[in-house]
DNA sequence: GATGAATGAGCCTTCATTCAT
DNA sequence: CATGAATGAAGGCTCATTCAT
């Protein structure tokens, strides 16, 4: 198993450069990604066949490798999609002219509401199960994801304690917290497989009024 | 994967006397948890091959399956044994006879050293990633580590809002958003492989004294 | 194609050393060399799969992996006993102190039978097709096999031509033209598949009667 | 791999005036060819994709299977053309109105300089390894190539002989002798990838030389 | 006629699991 | 009981070849 790293890679890796014209169809992509996101969510990464891949996107498996270098890139690229898909405007709601306890009470049940969607849990499980193995791909996903929200919300918390209404020594902190404290738990335990539906409205809102309540009182908010 | 547990053992069972019919030897039961515990940590459930474990716990891999049924079966056994080793011992922290800040800066110090540890977050992100595709070991998991000491700090809570100390209308929600604030973040990020070594004992210090402060002046805590 | 080198191997090159128990049965390893060594011989290198493998040699797939590397390793395997097989016995033959032409003649047919045989034409004919995408495999059957042979004939020569009974400028070139003349192209023609039974004794014969001839009377022996 | 030759073109056939079948566009057909011949012989035929061929060729791979049947029918047009190329004008030089030794070395320059080409040799090599499942292609390849040589050869010292200059019983033999002499084992060397340089002009000079001083004294030539 | 895109078949390799010893 | 050896099944990936445009 070791001494097979010189020699095997002679009879293929002699090819070079130019791969074979890369599948441009952004129609097909999004078949393959979604067909892919579906089963791989149901699956986990490891336990998904790139068959299942094929059958699922109803493509031949080796179209995949027309638009996708290998597995890995492949889901790479759902991942990057799923994070990015609504951070932006997410992020947008974080506007200093509106009145705090709204925005955030807002902002906290928009991030809730998406972190708590099954498919959305898939893809942070699938992720975090993989992170052992490569690190890259778990680092990306959150730097691109979780800790962008984090980030975002410590420069909003910066804007209120500067203007006096808030009394944080550390938003960095307090962002994270904030974030977490408004889940009251609840995705943790759909992280566990412990629920699957996603939750209904009336106890998200509860949860972030709660966490909301709790991070205002504990940080001194005054109106 | 299941279906043929109980028909093997049948035949040496008639041939001998009241021989125990499977690996009942402790010691080597513990060299192959040790042993699996150690390679799962490293590579994953799905990237660690039974060869590996073998290999990791000095035992050939026939014996892996006279100890263990399969795969899986060792390794709940391994999560089972993770989650109980010292939870017992941290609830008996949570002591409502000791000051409450205290008591909860000292379990909040306990749980987070522990969920910090390479090797804890290993297991958690192990059984993550299998749970989508094998949800009760994720629930099991769950209630036996996580929802188990969310209960217990409910419990507590309980205590000190009938005695008048703390404002509380939800004390489950309460302790799950006390179990998520201590931490920081600091989990979270190890989670997703961001970082691997365990945090510093002063940035733990830190992290459980910014939560446990926001909590109590959250929820209204009266000396 | 090319992007994947770093991130590909990631997910199993993890795994480190000690191979699988490396299968050290004797008489099955046989039972796969010449299994291989058949199958081998009748499709060549590319055309022949492993599943082809297994089956030529009644074994299962999973068993050719447990006793070689890899093809590339099975087939090497076979090359380097093909080629070391008979050399060593062959060149014993080179004896000085027997006569000249008749240690020759009987040399030249030994090597000649040999060469002419149609499992060992096909083993070269592999070799060689092979040969410009792993050069080393090529050389090192070279090496062994016909340089071998060239340098133990020029070696022989050098003493003849030292007792002055030969006049040769160079002997290294003059052992290459030995091994050459005596085929009467007879080797070659089966190379290309022209022919593919083994040639009748007195055709051999005659060849290398016939090229001994030539050679001895144009390098000036002198009984 | 044969059986859908014919049919395919029929369609187009029928539905069209009198118009050229299939892919006759002459210069196309030489940039494939070219093409097609420098990556069969850097890579092998079985190792080179028809993906290759085609970002070698700078058409499409459908291109390809409009002007040749399948892989092999290309390979084997590659091979014809290689050989005939310029064996003819090879061939013109054995005049028998010129004095016999320079005739013959101008001959066997010729020859060796040609064969002992990196090109040429990764086309013998390529032939010699799909021998064993093509045997057509390589006996064509033979025939055409050394095979015609030889009866040249062959047919050229027939003249000597009976004008009694030279005395040679089988000349077909001695032909096929005299082309494996003058080489001293330089293009054998190449074949199996030892060396892949073309050889500078001074040693191809001596191997000749001595090849032929070798012959024609061995032959019993009389100036 | 030329091409980009698509695919069924098949390859090498590995894995979880089970016997015979 | 422990093990070395063996294997059926499956996985990721590539290839020669063919349509629709």
Same mark, same amino acid.
């Given at each position: ?7 095997? &890679?002679?009879?293929?890796? @002699?090819? +070079?450069? /130019?791969?074979?014209?890369?599948? !441009?169809?952004? *129609? ?70 509106? &009145?705090?306890?709204?925005? @955030?009470? +807002?902002? /906290?049940?928009?991030?809730?509401? !998406?972190?708590? *969607? ?106």
């Amino acid at each position: 198993m070791e001494g097979s790293q010189a020699s095997r &890679p002679v009879m293929k890796e @002699l090819r +070079r450069g /130019g791969r074979p014209a890369a599948g !441009t169809d952004p *129609q097909k992509r999004r078949q393959i990604l979604d067909g892919a996101h579906r089963i791989f969510s149901e699956l986990g990464f490891d336990a998904t066949s790139m068959s299942d891949v094929a059958r699922s996107a109803q493509v031949s498996k080796a179209t995949l490798y027309v638009y996708f270098q290998d597995k890995e890139h492949l889901f790479t690229a759902i991942c990057a999609e799923q994070r990015d898909r609504n951070v932006a405007e997410k992020l947008a709601l974080l506007d200093v002219n509106q &009145p705090l306890p709204e925005v @955030l009470a +807002r902002f /906290g049940m928009e991030i809730l509401s !998406t972190l708590a *969607q099954p498919l959305v849990v898939a893809a942070h499980r699938i992720v975090i199960g993989v992170a052992e193995r490569m690190p890259e791909i778990g680092s990306e996903f959150y730097e691109a994801g979780p800790l962008r929200v984090i980030n975002a919300v410590a420069q909003y918390l910066d804007h209120h304690v500067a203007a006096g209404r808030l009394n944080v020594p550390d938003t960095q902190l307090a962002a994270a917290q904030f974030c977490e404290v408004i889940q009251g738990g609840m995705v943790k335990a759909r992280l566990y497989g412990v629920l699957n539906e996603p939750p209904p409205r009336d106890e998200i809102e509860k949860n972030v009024a709660s966490g909301l309540a709790l991070f205002l009182k504990g940080y001194g908010f005054a109106g």
